[in-house]
């Protein structure tokens, strides 16, 4: 005990003594560790990060939420979502209203409103823009005094010292015009852009498919040297899915009625796209320095990219074009008492600047966030299992970010993520009351809750049903349980027990696992993509222990992304994994995911279990004509009976997507289809500095301590060598 | 008719016919050992102790490597027995129950209750709190200290590990000595008072002994211990410990078995025919070693997922398979590596084949595959020694660096490098998870130190420059 | 000497080609056409008429080998492994799957990786030879033994512990340094500390090892003891006699390793978010970019045949006495 207290009053002393020292030391007050160069000016600069590298940042291509992070500040389309209004709403962004439509027959002869469905041909949007908008500043735009094009046509010396889009003199700009509305939808069809959405948009867009077809033919008539640049002028062309009416208003005709359509105008694939843009990146001088539209975009957004460095940072600068646009005066009740409605009314965007810092490896990323250099972290859940604990039947911030005044931002995400069966497989498929027996006892088996609580720390819902919270259709409370699965017992779902999983099985031929015909156990197959992510290893041993409950074989296919693609189009594989996030809030967008036409094998299609119910199917056709109302949800409910019936999925989850921000940020609200959200942001750049500072004193005794250490190492060496003179001086004494 | 069936993955079988090969050539040799240079390994006390440890850690892969499949329960009359999908091996069973997931996520070494609160029903009301591990609850008094606890299983393993000196000691000596008295009494002097230029025997003594202490007294820990924890699904941090080790004892020895062939053949062509066979294969393997070597085996094994894929039906279970990957990861290791061991079996040819030996035996008309046999290939068994315990150590280091990349062994299966990777997540938990990685450190740590150090002193002993 | 050269550079030819030979089989093996249409296209809602027409666009519709149907040299080179491999040996990488030319992403990335692996091998060098030298002052004695039982053990470690524990104790306890990220120019220095420092200490294990033996074979020979005859005392014996002696060997050994440097450090970068090389070839395998892993591929060999040579050539420089032939 003396021993003990003498070595502590000791270690007291040492400690004392290097902290003296360390604070003597100059430069204490400096941080050693900030990983963002100083801000010499004042601007309002955001620091975040990215750990995916966008592949595109072109409009027509992008689809990814990796590529929308950036595009969303830099391309506007004609809508957007309320940013503060739930559940989500559309409203005018580069339109002045929302679109006017008018209904059409099969010989283009108007209809009344309220036409029924089945006489609609097409439909037709009307969509004015707002005048006077103007791109951000581009060489691509700059002329000279006779009006012709500075940088369409670039010598070898003009060349020489570009090398990125900042380093042409010239900048300017241009207004905004319906054709180029028009334009970015003929892009679409453009072969060498392969857009993702053709393939959709040729189902529902008049004559895209086509004049698709048409575009293919002349590319392939190209000179090589074109073909390879990929570019077309196609100012020539049209279509009649496209009709400019004047300069500021064009119209878009679609097959049938699609009362989806809308939502696609709030995505960047019908932003407006300069034909000056196109030309002036088809230069293979450009091409080759890396300078392409899909890495210089041009744009009209609050926000221009000022650094683009896809390895390591992206920056995105205050466009100084933007027009006046302005924070919203209208939210929900609960927005008021946290502050979202204080910058109502005011000018956006709130911040100069916007710094993305590549983060690939996770504790980096989280570490720097600690330490304060990050503003906000807008990785999945996976990456934030560090920040939550657990207490008292909540799920809540760790004491030491709570301590730093972090807050957490949740919202159930417009996605689900499901283990599907693949119908077509002898074993797990089939439409028969033994397979759907099988599917039913998988999926009690398969504890959905425990999979939240491991793998998402409790962030995220157990899924009844393909449709998540907050969109029309999903219901919550005993109405929305699946039947199958769970009872509804003290006013929450309960899974139903291991037991009655077993009867099914028995039921499905296979009791006690095994199968009844010749005793083999069941061994069934997961198929599932690996990516080397740390945490694979546990969701597959996860997964086999989850079967094992039934005494049923797992089998782990694990493969990379193509074979796992390949197994899926063939048809070959068994059980996997799948997520979906929706494209817009409705709830077609779910329910398509099973629709039979858009079967995976055959087609390429989205319903990844090749799942064909013509019941189901016929209803689906009802749904797409349907507006919201009472008759949909009806059709909904009659659609979710069949599924669950049939559950060609295990309904997995809707994630929950958080995020997490300083303290030193302005109220935000999370907006999980909306991906132009940071002209809301704000920050207070004063209370950063200080903390920042604050939070990152270099600890500096055991930089003594191992110097110290290395000088205590050197003694014995001293004696050594001093030991070792002496015996040869020795041994020469007495060799004289 | 036996209640298992034995099942023999392919890494089995080559790891066995490697360890009974190793018997066949000291029972063949047991004459020359006693003049043979590399007994000198033994002459030396790092050498030997580190080929103490090596041989238990051998001896648990070897255990691991003993694969069967019990049998299940009759469920119809008159039918065949059938056997479980699911291989197991006989460490599994020693093992057993760890190798079940016991708890639901994390907790901490020798702890009691879990790491984070848990949900459970009290009165229809969820309730957040610390709960009582599973496993531990079943073996441990509850109110117990754990460090009293451990003392006293310590101390219960202890006749245990009497019991197992005394056995294998007894067996050891037989079989050195071969029963004969004198020669007993000459090893028990020898234990007693070593000689400066003889076998470290009581060096071996006390690594021996102090090894069956180590790990009887770890296998009653975890009887009643999460002895490393548990990690992110509550799997027992230990028993993967303990599984990872026949990883990286394969990848470590038969990477080197399998290029082995390969680079006698070509070299041994090379160097003793010359000419063109000469410049077609150092023209191979100047190809094969100027590729940077995890490009080419990050290729590799991208294309045994495709073959793999297309035959998914050959790999019934999940183990099947992660041994196959297992298998072919050692095959693509050594293709990749097999140049610098063919590089060198060249040289040393050109220079044997210039021997007067040789040149005689060709003057007398013997035939270049007689020669090659009789003449070159046991001169070049030194060589061979020395790379297969020298890229022992840097193999198991590489399997790690693959699975950081993704192109290692299957996620599935047990691995120091699979521990790594998923351990490295967890040290940015608060509070920090530190002990899968402080687990696979400790294991890894000891096998390739005593591999590097053994490596060492073959290469000492075996290495003619130092002979003299 | 210039035909020496020049005679080693047409045998790289050969080499190289089969290498490009190798890769391009490796590769398109795993990763058809298809599957590139694929990766470029996305998973909604692609359809298979996409696939076949990016697959066109893109010139991935030829022949692989053979062209039957083109007309004298073109039957060779209006194939698929001429159009992608052969013009690799122009440095002409083509376009990653992200769409951006490999070549000029190369010598953007190089310099990060230098900027890492010259003072990484400097400070290795310096750090390394000096403990050998320490070692071999006090051989015999238990510093000595000590010393190469701590570097078998450093040895044993493998680099990822140094990396992990690294950046856990130095950058995230002490906040000494950024946890990780890069910055051109002389803030770079508290960037790049940590990663040196780590492949410093990573190093140390088996270079300390290696001079040490390096520095033993070289005390035993003759001059020494003639120079120990003369009463000179063992560190001017060291220091003058020696490490110059064994110089050779050391800048020998270096030199074959300096191209290779350009090539980056594939563990350092990646943890420590340096963009270099090095994690661009782990991102492009991770992605399964194999324009990318195509290009890198053929970059090391180039520059391992190029190590190679210049280590032949620095020979002869510093010993006259050996010729090249």
Redesign the interface.
């Known amino acids: 005990m003396i021993l003990y207290s003498i070595s502590t009053a000791y270690n007291r002393g040492i400690l004392s003594l290097f902290l003296g020292l360390s604070l003597c030391c100059a430069g204490c007050d400096e941080i050693w560790n900030d990983p963002n160069p100083a801000n010499q000016t004042n601007e309002v600069i955001m620091y975040t990060d990215f750990s995916e590298r966008p592949k595109f940042l072109d409009p027509a291509k992008s689809y990814a939420a990796a590529e929308s992070r950036f595009i969303g500040q830099i391309y506007e389309p004609p809508l957007q979502y309320h940013y503060l209004l739930r559940p989500y709403q559309l409203e005018p962004l580069l339109a002045t209203q929302m679109p006017s439509m008018s209904y059409y027959d099969a010989h283009n002869v108007l209809l009344a409103e309220n036409a029924e469905p089945t006489q609609i041909a097409y439909t037709v949007y009307e969509i004015t823009i707002k005048p006077g908008v103007l791109y951000q500043n581009h060489p691509a735009f700059s002329k000279n005094a006779q009006g012709e094009f500075l940088y369409h046509q670039l010598s070898q010396q003009q060349l020489h010292h570009v090398q990125e889009i900042n380093d042409f003199p010239i900048q300017q700009t241009r207004e905004v015009t319906a054709d180029d509305f028009a334009y970015q939808i003929k892009r679409l069809a453009q072969p060498a852009l392969n857009s993702p959405i053709l393939g959709l948009m040729s189902k529902h867009i008049v004559g895209l498919d086509e004049f698709s077809q048409i575009l293919f033919a002349d590319f392939n008539h190209l000179p090589e040297k074109m073909r390879e640049m990929g570019y077309m002028d196609l100012r020539p062309y049209t279509f009649p899915g496209v009709e400019v009416v004047d300069k500021y208003t064009y119209r878009i005709k679609v097959i049938g009625k699609y009362p989806q359509f809308p939502y696609w105008l709030a995505m960047n694939f019908f932003a407006p796209m300069p034909w000056e843009a196109e030309q002036f990146y088809a230069q293979e001088g450009l091409i080759k320095k890396n300078i392409i539209l899909d890495w210089y975009p041009v744009g009209t957004g609050p926000y221009v990219l000022a650094v683009n460095n896809p390895n390591r940072q992206m920056v995105l600068a205050r466009n100084p074009n933007f027009r006046a646009e302005y924070y919203p005066t209208e939210g929900m009740p609960e927005d008021v008492d946290v502050g979202l409605l204080a910058p109502a009314g005011k000018r956006l965007p709130f911040l100069d600047k916007i710094v993305f810092n590549l983060e690939k490896e996770s504790i980096p990323r989280w570490t720097k966030f600690l330490q304060g250099y990050y503003d906000l972290s807008s990785v999945g859940s996976d990456n934030f299992q560090q920040a939550m604990v657990i207490n008292n039947n909540s799920a809540s911030l760790a004491p030491e970010l709570k301590n730093k005044g972090i807050k957490v931002y949740s919202t159930i995400s417009e996605s689900i993520f499901y283990w599907g069966f693949n119908m077509l497989d002898p074993v797990v498929g089939g439409y028969e009351d033994k397979n759907r027996a099988l599917r039913q006892a998988l999926a009690i088996a398969m504890d959905t809750e425990e999979f939240i609580a491991i793998f998402l720390n409790e962030q995220g819902i157990a899924a009844q049903g393909p449709i998540p919270p907050g969109i029309e259709g999903y219901q919550s409370g005993k109405e929305g349980v699946n039947p199958y699965v769970y009872t509804w017992k003290d006013n929450q779902p309960l899974r139903l027990p291991l037991e009655h999983a077993r009867e099914l099985l028995a039921q499905a031929g296979y009791p006690d696992g095994r199968d009844a015909q010749t005793g083999e156990q069941l061994v069934l197959h997961y198929d599932v993509i690996t990516t080397g992510d740390p945490v694979e290893k546990a969701r597959f041993a996860w997964m086999q222990k989850q079967l094992n409950k039934l005494n049923i074989d797992l089998n782990i296919r694990a493969t990379d992304t193509n074979r796992f693609r390949e197994k899926m189009s063939t048809g070959y594989a068994q059980i996997f994994s799948w997520g979906w996030s929706a494209d817009y809030p409705d709830p077609e967008n779910f329910l398509f995911l099973l629709y039979g036409p858009n079967s995976r094998v055959g087609t390429e299609g989205v319903n990844s279990a090749n799942y064909q119910n013509p019941v189901y199917d016929k209803l689906y056709e009802q749904l797409q004509n349907l507006d919201a109302g009472p008759q949909k949800d009806q059709i909904i409910t009659q659609m979710l009976a069949i599924i669950r019936a049939d559950s060609p999925w295990v309904w997995g989850f809707y994630p929950q997507a958080y995020s997490l921000a300083q303290v030193w940020n302005g109220a935000l609200k999370p907006n999980e289809v909306a991906s132009n959200t940071y002209k809301y942001y704000t920050i207070d750049a004063q209370t950063r500095a200080t903390l920042r500072k604050q939070w990152n004193r270099p600890i500096l005794w055991p930089l003594l301590l191992a110097v110290l250490g290395m000088l205590l190492l050197c003694l014995p060496m001293a004696v050594v060598y001093w030991r070792k003179n002496k015996q040869v001086h020795h041994l020469r004494v007495k060799e004289e | 008719m036996m209640p298992f069936k034995i099942d023999i993955l392919w890494t089995d079988a080559v790891f066995f016919v490697l360890l009974a090969s190793i018997f066949i050539l000291i029972f063949f040799q047991r004459k020359q050992m006693k003049h043979a240079r590399w007994t000198q390994v033994f002459k030396n006390k790092v050498g030997m102790s580190s080929a103490v440890v090596l041989f238990f850690y051998l001896c648990i892969a070897f255990l691991d490597s003993l694969h069967f499949r019990p049998e299940l329960s009759q469920r119809l009359p008159n039918q065949e027995t059938l056997y479980a999908t699911q291989v197991e091996s006989v460490l599994d069973l020693i093992l057993s129950p760890l190798d079940v997931q016991m708890e639901t996520t994390y907790a901490a070494p020798f702890a009691t209750t879990s790491f984070a609160e848990e949900p459970h029903l009290v009165q229809g009301q969820v309730v957040y709190d610390f709960e009582p591990l599973r496993y531990t609850a079943e073996h441990i008094p509850p109110d117990t200290p754990t460090l009293t606890e451990i003392s006293h299983i310590m101390r219960a393993a202890l006749p245990l590990t009497g019991l197992l000196t005394a056995v294998t000691l007894v067996v050891i000596f037989f079989l050195v000595t071969l029963g004969s008295p004198t020669r007993i009494k000459a090893l028990f002097i020898r234990i007693i008072r070593p000689a400066p230029r003889g076998v470290c025997w009581r060096t071996f003594m006390i690594t021996w002994v102090l090894m069956l202490f180590l790990c009887t007294t770890l296998y009653y820990l975890s009887r009643h211990y999460h002895i490393f924890g548990t990690d992110k699904i509550g799997q027992d941090v230990f028993y993967q410990a303990v599984k990872s080790i026949r990883t990286g004892v394969m990848i470590g020895t038969l990477t080197t078995l399998v290029m082995l062939p390969f680079a006698l053949l070509m070299g041994t062509l090379a160097g003793y025919f010359r000419g063109v066979i000469d410049d077609v294969i150092q023209y191979t393997y100047m190809t094969l070693s100027s590729i940077p070597g995890i490009l080419l085996i990050a290729a590799s094994v991208l294309i045994l997922e495709v073959f793999m894929n297309q035959h998914a039906q050959w790999f019934a279970s999940t183990a099947a398979r992660a041994d196959a990957r297992l298998f072919a990861l050692c095959v693509i290791l050594g293709l990749t590596s097999w140049t610098s061991l063919c590089r060198l079996i060249r040289a040393e040819t050109l220079k044997l084949r210039e021997l007067d030996y040789v040149l005689a035996a060709q003057a007398l008309g013997v035939r270049n595959l007689m020669i090659i046999l009789k003449h070159i290939f046991p001169n070049l068994l030194h060589i061979i020694l020395i790379t297969i315990v020298l890229d022992f150590s840097g193999l198991v280091l590489a399997e790690a660096v693959l699975s950081y990349i993704g192109v290692g062994v299957d996620p599935s299966m047990q691995s120091f490098g699979n521990m790594i990777n998923s351990a490295r997540l967890e040290l940015a938990r608060e509070p920090t998870v530190w002990w899968p990685l402080a687990a696979a450190f400790i294991f890894m740590f000891v096998l390739v130190l005593a591999a590097n150090l053994f490596a060492d002193t073959v290469r000492d002993a075996l290495d003619p420059r130092k002979a003299g | 000497m210039w035909a020496y050269i020049i005679r080693r550079i047409l045998y790289a030819i ?2 190289l080609i ?2 490009n030979l ?2 391009f089989l ?2 398109f ?3 058809t056409p298809q ?1 590139m249409a ?14 076949d ?2 697959i ?2 893109n010139g991935y519709d030829k022949p692989t080998f053979y062209n039957p149907k083109a007309q004298g040299i073109d039957k060779i080179s209006d194939t698929l492994f001429y159009q992608q491999s052969m013009r690799l040996f122009t440095f002409n990488f083509g376009t990653s ?5 490999i ?3 190369i010598s ?2 190089m310099w990060p990786s230098l900027a890492l692996a010259i003072p990484s091998l400097l400070l290795g060098l310096g750090l390394n030879v000096m403990l050998a030298l ?1 070692m071999v ?2 051989r015999g ?3 000595d033994t000590w010393g190469v039982t701590i570097c ?2 450093l ?7 140094f990396i ?1 524990t690294g ?2 104790v130095l ?13 051109s120019g002389l ?1 770079a220095i ?2 790049l500390a940590l990663p040196v420092l780590v492949s410093v200490i990573a190093g140390i294990g088996s270079g300390v090892r290696w001079y040490r033996t390096l520095f033993l074979e070289e005390i035993n020979k003759d001059y020494v003891r003639t120079a120990r005859a003369k009463g000179l005392s ?1 560190i001017a014996i060291l220091f003058k006699h020696v490490l110059k002696n064994a110089l050779i060997p050391i800048l020998t050994g270096v030199v074959v390793l300096i191209p290779s440097l350009f ?1 980056g450090s ?2 350092l970068e ?4 340096i ?1 270099g090389l090095g994690s ?4 492009a ?2 992605a ?1 970019d194999f324009a990318i ?1 195509r290009s ?2 053929f970059l ?2 180039v520059l ?2 190029l190590g190679l040579l210049l280590t032949d050539i620095s020979y002869t420089l510093v010993d006259p006495r050996v010729r090249l032939n």
């Open positions: 050969p080499i089969g290498v190798l890769t490796l590769f093996v795993v990763n599957d694929v990766v470029h296209l996305g998973d909604r809602y692609v359809t298979q008429e996409a696939i027409r990016w066109v666009t799957d992200t769409g951006r030319e070549g000029h992403d953007e990335r320490l002052l006090f004695t238990q510093i078998v053990a040895m044993s470690i493998s680099g990822l512990f992990i950046q856990y950058a995230k306890l002490f906040k000494w340094v950024p946890i990780s990220g890069y910055e803030s508290k960037f063992d090539l594939l563990l990646s943890f420590f978010a963009p661009y070839t782990i991102d395998i991770r399964q892993v890198m591929v090391g060999s391992y045949i």
